[in-house]
């Protein structure tokens, strides 16, 4: 069985973008994965859970190491991440374009909010792959807990027939802290690299997983658009607030688009995604998917 996990670096409310990244690989080599990163962090006296923000910038456990002994770590667990795991994907959201983009059309409560937009289509990415490669059983797909709009993810999961994700705690799930550092550089080759005289070049470090079997994607206006023209997302009506949610109609599980009126109590209307007769806000069709920014 193939299992793939995932973590995520960047705020939605702040910085230029939020990234999910993370390493698909057979659930055997990930056993061997396991053993080989505890005992490198066990045989460099490391903290025991790694956290990439914290080694790349020489703070807590590592704040006295000296600068050939963080080479050499870094070069044990590059190591490992190259032997043990077989692809990486990365969806990276620019914040300000998808912000521009969700206030002319209802993107995040469809298409889902920036962490769980980038999830999702690591999601779909990784699960095209593994079809491509043969593999006929699901993938397991394994987050990294404690990201805002975590439980959007589930329903957009359900949306895709995909399975059910699973939240762990890196100390839990050994492989997230591989994404972790994965996750780390792709942020910081968008924002800016950390550097001081203690420091690896995180530079240096997006090369090297760059070397390897990847499938990574950026997310501008242009790409959130055409999301939405397949999607077929709605113009967003300003005194409406809106939430995705499923119902059992008939037998089976729809997704539905509820919209309520701001500021005040009123009655809630509902509209199934893949119906295509409402052409009236709440639920007007958008249908102009120009670049909305000059």
């Not at 939020?18 to 080989?36: K, N, T, Y």
Request: hydrophobic share 40%; aromatic share 12%.
């Amino acid at each position: 069985m193939m299992s793939a996990y995932f973590d995520e670096s960047g705020h939605p409310d702040q910085g230029r973008a939020l990234v999910v990244a993370g390493f698909a690989s057979s659930d055997d080599q990930w056993i061997h994965f396991e053993r080989e990163w505890a005992q490198t962090l066990l045989d460099f006296e490391a903290p025991n859970v790694f956290h990439a923000v914290d080694f790349m910038t020489s703070s807590k456990g590592y704040r006295d190491w000296p600068f050939p002994k963080r080479k050499d770590f870094l070069r044990r667990l590059l190591g490992i991440i190259g032997r043990r795991t077989t692809m990486s994907f990365s969806s990276a959201i620019h914040l300000s374009d998808f912000n521009a983009v969700n206030r002319e059309a209802v993107l995040a409560e469809v298409a889902g909010f920036p962490y769980p937009l980038a999830a999702i289509t690591c999601v779909q990415k990784t699960a095209g792959w593994a079809r491509a490669r043969g593999h006929s059983a699901q993938v397991r797909y394994v987050f990294e807990d404690g990201p805002r709009d975590k439980g959007q993810l589930f329903l957009l999961m359900e949306r895709h027939n995909m399975p059910t994700p699973r939240f762990r705690k890196k100390e839990e799930a050994m492989p997230c802290q591989a994404a972790d550092l994965l996750a780390w550089s792709h942020h910081e080759a968008l924002t800016k690299f950390y550097r001081d005289e203690r420091s690896i070049d995180g530079n240096e470090v997006y090369e090297q997983f760059a070397q390897l079997p990847n499938d990574w994607a950026e997310f501008h206006e242009p790409d959130l658009l055409e999301i939405c023209r397949l999607e077929k997302v709605f113009e967003r009506a300003p005194e409406f607030r809106y939430a995705l949610r499923f119902e059992n109609k008939g037998g089976e599980r729809v997704p539905l688009l509820v919209a309520a009126p701001k500021g005040h109590k009123g009655q809630k209307i509902e509209r199934m995604l893949n119906d295509p007769t409402h052409s009236e806000p709440p639920f007007k069709r958008k249908t102009d998917y120009a670049v909305i920014k000059p």
